[in-house]
């Protein structure tokens, strides 16, 4: 099992950031669980006490509208958000930072203090006069304004191109002092850097990546002439650690290391300003064998930060939208918190049943700790 489970790890691809998690392709069903004993849907009113007595803060979660049910909804639960930004200039509602933030902080105003913002930069402006200087003036009027955290994206690395149709990577010199001022203001940097390997290796029908790349081949990187290998983005990435050992770093999604849980480990030995939050990658954790997942988690249980990558945008029909992140909370917390069996979009996976110690830390504590400001009356 656990060899098919790795072969396995190597082709799914739960991309997440600007995919709905519930468009995901569904993937090769290798489930061992029957069906009828999985446990899904909504929490029951004694799952719901334990979990909104966790505190839960989810650091990673894309908001853009202002909803009174939405945010009933995150009163109910209990949950605390970190609404992230950035900029994709292939999606047109998300395609300028202004806008994006204008979103994000009408939201934010309208939670009572149940989400705070992750601001980010426009990479696209990367070639005109005074970029850094200006994208410095731009996060440090968001701190002033209350966000907590700058985030960077895939662009960097995997779209961005410099004056001579070299890809731009994350460690770019023009990139370097924004870093610095992160730093400097105590502030946490958000790097979700690089794509799952499946966008590097040769189309295969039976990935469940294939559609996506089918559907957004400006991801596609293995037809790309000359790309960035995966491997040159993520040590472009831990040339920041290396360079900014004040600068708390969180990877997103287990940091794009998710294909191999001893690489991961390596890192988080290696830079002790380095985080990793689990948004769009559980299914990854449930493919590893139960024990190895427990012993993960159990090793580096300071390190891991619970998110989701949920989304919530003015296209969104409200009812289906708000089940399903209901659910996937559900879902998400059964597995760490329970034996249920759960199922991630066709990959189920027995619950780790962790002792609550461990889950006050990847629920709340971890974040409090490396996202100062998160929660309210936290600094
Ligand atoms: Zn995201």
Same mark, same amino acid.
């Given at each position: 099992?656990?060899?098919?489970?790795?072969?396995?790890?190597?082709? *799914?691809?739960?991309?997440?950031?600007?995919?709905?998690?519930?468009? *995901?392709?569904?993937?090769?069903?290798?489930?061992?669980?029957?069906?009828?004993?999985?446990?899904?849907?909504?929490?029951?009113?004694?799952?719901?006490?334990?979990?909104?007595?966790?505190? @839960?803060?989810? /650091?990673?979660?894309?908001?853009? %509208?202002?909803?009174?049910?939405?945010?009933?909804?995150?009163?109910?639960?209990?949950?605390?958000?970190?609404?992230?930004?950035?900029?994709?200039?292939?999606? @047109?509602?998300?395609?300028?930072?202004?806008?994006?933030?204008?979103?994000?902080?009408?939201?934010?105003?309208?939670?009572?203090?149940?989400?705070?913002?992750?601001?980010?930069?426009?990479?696209?402006?990367?070639?005109?006069?005074?970029?850094?200087?200006?994208?410095? *003036?731009?996060?440090?009027?968001?701190?002033?304004?209350?966000?907590?955290?700058?985030?960077?994206?895939?662009?960097?690395?995997?779209?961005?191109?410099?004056?001579?149709?070299?890809?731009?990577?994350?460690?770019?010199?023009?990139?370097?002092?924004?870093?610095?001022?992160?730093?400097?203001?105590?502030?946490?940097?958000?790097?979700?850097?690089?794509?799952?390997?499946?966008? +590097?290796?040769? @189309?295969?029908?039976?990935?469940?990546? !294939?559609?996506?790349?089918?559907?957004?081949?400006? +991801?596609?990187?293995?037809?790309?002439?000359?790309?960035?290998?995966?491997?040159?983005?993520?040590?472009?990435?831990?040339?920041?650690?290396?360079?900014?050992? =004040?600068?708390?770093?969180?990877?997103?999604?287990?940091?794009?290391?998710?294909?191999?849980?001893?690489?991961?480990?390596?890192?988080?030995?290696? !830079?002790?300003?380095?985080?990793?939050?689990?948004?769009?990658?559980?299914?990854?954790?449930?493919?590893?064998?139960? /024990?190895?997942?427990?012993?993960?988690?159990?090793?580096?249980?300071?390190?891991?930060?619970?998110?989701?990558?949920?989304?919530?945008?003015? %296209?969104?029909?409200?009812?289906?939208?708000?089940? !399903? +992140?209901? =659910?996937?909370?559900?879902?998400?917390?059964?597995?760490?918190?329970?034996?249920? /069996?759960?199922?991630?979009?066709?990959?189920?996976?027995?619950?780790?049943?962790?002792?609550?110690? #461990?889950?006050?830390?990847?629920?709340?504590?971890?974040? #409090?700790? +490396?996202?100062?400001?998160?929660? @309210?009356?936290?600094?």
């Amino acid at each position: 099992m656990k060899a098919l489970a790795l072969s396995f790890m190597m082709l *799914t691809g739960v991309v997440g950031c600007h995919m709905h998690s519930n468009q *995901t392709a569904a993937p090769v069903a290798l489930s061992t669980a029957n069906a009828s004993s999985v446990v899904s849907g909504n929490f029951s009113p004694q799952e719901l006490r334990a979990f909104a007595a966790l505190q @839960p803060i989810d /650091t990673h979660a894309h908001v853009r %509208r202002v909803d009174p049910q939405f945010n009933a909804m995150l009163d109910k639960l209990n949950v605390h958000l970190l609404d992230i930004i950035l900029v994709d200039d292939q999606n @047109p509602e998300e395609n300028d930072l202004h806008v994006e933030r204008n979103g994000a902080l009408n939201f934010i105003r309208s939670s009572s203090g149940r989400a705070v913002l992750c601001t980010s930069i426009d990479p696209f402006r990367m070639r005109k006069p005074g970029f850094t200087a200006s994208a410095i *003036t731009g996060i440090n009027r968001d701190f002033d304004h209350g966000a907590i955290a700058v985030k960077i994206w895939k662009n960097l690395g995997m779209e961005v191109k410099d004056a001579a149709g070299n890809y731009v990577l994350p460690d770019d010199p023009a990139l370097m002092p924004i870093y610095k001022d992160i730093a400097a203001h105590n502030k946490t940097l958000v790097a979700h850097v690089a794509d799952p390997d499946s966008s +590097w290796a040769p @189309p295969n029908p039976a990935s469940p990546d !294939y559609s996506y790349y089918n559907e957004n081949p400006i +991801w596609f990187m293995y037809n790309k002439p000359h790309p960035a290998s995966k491997e040159q983005i993520l040590r472009a990435r831990d040339h920041i650690l290396e360079q900014n050992p =004040n600068l708390r770093v969180v990877g997103a999604h287990l940091g794009s290391m998710e294909a191999d849980f001893h690489v991961l480990a390596q890192h988080l030995d290696r !830079y002790p300003n380095l985080a990793v939050d689990l948004a769009a990658r559980m299914p990854y954790l449930a493919l590893l064998p139960r /024990t190895d997942a427990i012993a993960f988690i159990t090793k580096y249980q300071d390190r891991l930060i619970y998110g989701t990558d949920l989304e919530f945008h003015a %296209r969104d029909k409200v009812e289906a939208r708000m089940r !399903y +992140w209901e =659910n996937s909370y559900a879902r998400d917390w059964r597995f760490f918190a329970t034996n249920d /069996t759960v199922d991630f979009d066709g990959i189920t996976g027995k619950g780790l049943a962790l002792p609550d110690s #461990v889950l006050r830390k990847i629920y709340h504590d971890n974040a #409090v700790h +490396w996202f100062p400001g998160i929660f @309210p009356g936290s600094h």
